[in-house]
């Protein structure tokens, strides 16, 4: 849609524009989107219409067509210096000959192709993020997983290791290229813009030289009102000097000025007549391929969002699983999350919380609103997990299957390798640890020691065995190795019980 200015606050940034219809739309300086040009009292603008809201504001091109304010005559002691104005031959041959017609440069499909090249070729060379296990929604946490980012490498610098960072860059590349996906498929108009016409060569020489022409317009304009000004004082002062000596030079020198006035309103008429010429040339070309490319844009564009997505929340997923683990060795971040009263394992879940704890929900602005909807979907993909680690690979699986049919909301995974089992306590979070007094290769003693060194969250400790008690960890319960499967499940599911109450 095109309107003008009616009003605009510049402290505030606020402002409205009137249509030809004498519709009043309000606007943003955030919604504008033109470098060259700042929103002005009268400035003619063309700008997309959508939900109520105006946005990617830019200056029409017919914004210099405007007549430009006349200022004050001063007098002159010196003859005023007049433009030379070239003919429109001379003009042509720095915009180009007229056309009758745009040639394509690129076709629709090529020109579709191209742009949906380039995002196939990001999610191509990423193909591997496919094949992580996890996926955070990146489009909910992005916000608040750079804000993380950001407050834990201020704490610690050294837990952005070259990884974190390889990590992180790509995935602002990435969300860089969805970025640009939404903004075209949510604005048609720009995508016709940007994807297809910044293709066609002729089409932009055309319009290229219609700029030109209304800027080579505008200047005439102002020197048309300046020597019509001359022009009016000079023929005061011709009919005043009409017998005296001077008359003969006043005539002389208001008939050449008179002249000069003559070329610049002929060459105005012709611009002004390439210029409607060009422009009509550009609307027929735009109008003629419009319909067609959001078409066919459209359906190119539902192919490649589901995977873009999917890139962006498995690298979400990476991102915060890689920082988190790095916080768990930090000194630093240990003391800090201590200081602050942030206990038990360090997550986004857990750092959310923290957060959300100190706000008033019944004063909560909108985008505080939005991080406690954030919380309810992380809390809906944590889970718990049973970790068990004994000494023989038959006990192994019978615990396990006899455990897994408590709840199939919790994970169950039983060990008889103990650095394998460390290896996973550190990446879930074990709530049940059951455990013989002796393993393979070390005894429980020493293997709660690791256990403490390396992972934050506290589990309750079933202990299959004779021993009573452990110098690191209090042991919830203490069972004969006799027991059965069935028996050690039950008290497991007890300690879960007992854990939610």
Same mark, same amino acid.
């Given at each position: 849609?095109?309107?003008?200015?009616?009003?605009?606050?510049?402290?505030?940034?606020?402002?409205?524009?009137?249509?030809?219809?004498?519709?009043?739309?309000?606007?943003?300086?955030?919604?504008?989107?033109?470098?060259?040009?700042?929103?002005?009292?009268?400035?003619?603008?063309?700008?997309?219409?959508?939900?109520?809201?105006?946005?990617?504001?830019?200056?029409?091109?017919?914004?210099?067509?405007?007549?430009?304010?006349?200022?004050?005559?001063?007098?002159?002691?010196?003859?005023?210096?007049?433009?030379?104005?070239?003919?429109?031959?001379?003009?042509?041959?720095?915009?180009?000959?007229?056309?009758?017609?745009?040639? %394509?440069?690129?076709?629709?499909?090529? /020109? $579709?192709?191209?742009?949906?090249?380039?995002? *196939?070729?990001?999610?191509?060379? *990423?193909?591997?993020?496919?094949?992580?296990?996890?996926?955070?929604?990146?489009?909910?946490?992005?916000?608040?997983?750079?804000?993380?980012?950001?407050?834990?490498?201020?704490?610690?610098?050294?837990?952005?290791?070259?990884?974190?960072? #390889?990590?992180?860059?790509?995935?602002?590349?990435?969300?860089?290229?969805?970025?640009?996906?939404?903004?075209?498929? @949510?604005?048609?108009?720009? #995508? =016709?813009?940007?994807?297809?016409?910044?293709?066609?060569? !002729?089409?932009?020489?055309?319009?290229?030289?219609?700029?030109?022409?209304?800027?080579?317009?505008?200047?005439?304009?102002?020197?048309?009102?300046?020597?019509?000004?001359?022009?009016?004082?000079?023929?005061?002062?011709?009919?005043?000097?009409?017998?005296?000596?001077?008359?003969? %030079?006043? +005539?002389?020198?208001?008939?050449?000025?008179?002249? #000069?006035?003559?070329?610049?309103?002929?060459?105005?008429?012709?611009?002004?007549?390439?210029?409607?010429?060009?422009?009509?040339? %550009?609307?027929?070309?735009?109008?003629?391929?419009?319909?067609?490319?959001?078409?066919?844009?459209? $359906?190119? /564009?539902? +192919? =490649?969002?589901?995977?873009?997505?999917?890139?962006?929340?498995?690298?979400?997923?990476?991102?915060?699983?890689?920082?988190? &683990?790095?916080?768990?060795?930090?000194?630093?971040?240990?003391?800090?999350?201590?200081?602050?009263?942030?206990?038990?394992?360090?997550?986004?879940?857990?750092?959310?919380?923290?957060?959300?704890?100190?706000?008033?929900?019944?004063?909560?602005?909108?985008?505080?609103?939005?991080?406690?909807?954030?919380?309810?979907?992380?809390?809906?993909?944590?889970?718990?997990?049973?970790?068990?680690?004994?000494?023989?690979?038959?006990?192994?699986?019978? =615990?396990?299957?006899?455990?897994? &049919?408590?709840?199939?909301?919790?994970?169950? @995974? #039983?060990?008889?390798?103990?650095?394998?089992?460390?290896?996973?306590?550190?990446?879930?979070?074990?709530? $049940?640890?059951?455990? !013989?007094?002796?393993?393979? +290769?070390?005894?429980?003693?020493?293997?709660? +020691? =690791?256990?403490?060194?390396?992972?934050?969250?506290?589990?309750?400790?079933?202990?299959?065995?004779?021993? @009573?008690?452990?110098?690191?960890?209090?042991?919830?319960?203490?069972?004969?190795?006799?027991?059965?499967?069935?028996?050690?499940?039950?008290?497991?599911?007890?300690?879960?019980?007992?854990?939610?109450?």
């Amino acid at each position: 849609m095109t309107g003008k200015i009616l009003c605009f606050n510049a402290n505030e940034g606020l402002g409205t524009i009137i249509t030809a219809a004498k519709d009043k739309i309000n606007f943003s300086v955030q919604d504008w989107d033109d470098f060259e040009n700042m929103p002005t009292l009268g400035l003619v603008v063309s700008f997309f219409y959508d939900e109520l809201n105006a946005s990617l504001i830019t200056a029409s091109v017919e914004t210099s067509m405007q007549t430009p304010v006349e200022e004050p005559y001063e007098a002159f002691e010196d003859e005023p210096e007049i433009e030379i104005v070239e003919n429109i031959e001379e003009f042509e041959e720095e915009i180009g000959t007229r056309e009758s017609s745009v040639t %394509l440069t690129l076709n629709l499909s090529n /020109a $579709v192709s191209n742009y949906f090249n380039i995002i *196939r070729e990001n999610i191509n060379k *990423r193909e591997s993020y496919k094949k992580v296990e996890g996926r955070l929604n990146y489009l909910l946490i992005r916000r608040f997983l750079w804000t993380t980012f950001n407050n834990l490498s201020e704490i610690d610098l050294h837990i952005i290791t070259p990884k974190v960072k #390889a990590l992180s860059d790509d995935l602002k590349s990435m969300a860089n290229v969805y970025d640009d996906f939404m903004r075209k498929t @949510k604005y048609p108009p720009l #995508a =016709y813009e940007e994807v297809f016409l910044s293709c066609q060569a !002729e089409y932009l020489k055309i319009r290229e030289g219609a700029q030109k022409t209304i800027a080579r317009l505008n200047q005439l304009k102002g020197s048309e009102q300046h020597v019509g000004t001359i022009l009016k004082i000079k023929k005061e002062e011709l009919d005043k000097h009409i017998k005296s000596e001077e008359f003969e %030079l006043l +005539k002389n020198e208001f008939k050449s000025l008179n002249g #000069a006035y003559v070329d610049i309103v002929h060459m105005m008429a012709e611009l002004d007549e390439r210029y409607k010429h060009d422009m009509e040339l %550009l609307i027929n070309f735009e109008k003629e391929y419009r319909k067609d490319f959001y078409e066919l844009f459209s $359906v190119a /564009a539902v +192919k =490649y969002k589901k995977n873009i997505v999917d890139i962006l929340s498995a690298q979400a997923f990476m991102l915060d699983n890689m920082l988190w &683990q790095q916080a768990k060795h930090s000194k630093a971040l240990k003391a800090h999350f201590h200081k602050a009263g942030i206990n038990g394992e360090f997550n986004t879940t857990a750092y959310l919380k923290y957060f959300l704890d100190t706000q008033d929900k019944n004063k909560i602005t909108q985008e505080t609103k939005k991080l406690f909807e954030l919380y309810d979907y992380l809390a809906s993909l944590h889970k718990d997990y049973i970790m068990i680690v004994v000494s023989e690979f038959d006990d192994a699986i019978e =615990y396990e299957l006899s455990v897994k &049919q408590l709840d199939k909301a919790y994970e169950v @995974k #039983a060990f008889i390798d103990e650095k394998k089992a460390l290896k996973w306590a550190i990446k879930h979070s074990v709530q $049940v640890l059951v455990i !013989e007094d002796r393993l393979d +290769k070390m005894g429980v003693d020493s293997f709660l +020691k =690791y256990y403490k060194r390396h992972i934050l969250v506290i589990p309750k400790i079933i202990l299959l065995g004779t021993s @009573k008690s452990s110098e690191v960890y209090t042991i919830s319960k203490l069972l004969s190795k006799d027991s059965s499967s069935r028996f050690i499940a039950q008290n497991v599911k007890e300690l879960l019980l007992g854990s939610n109450s």
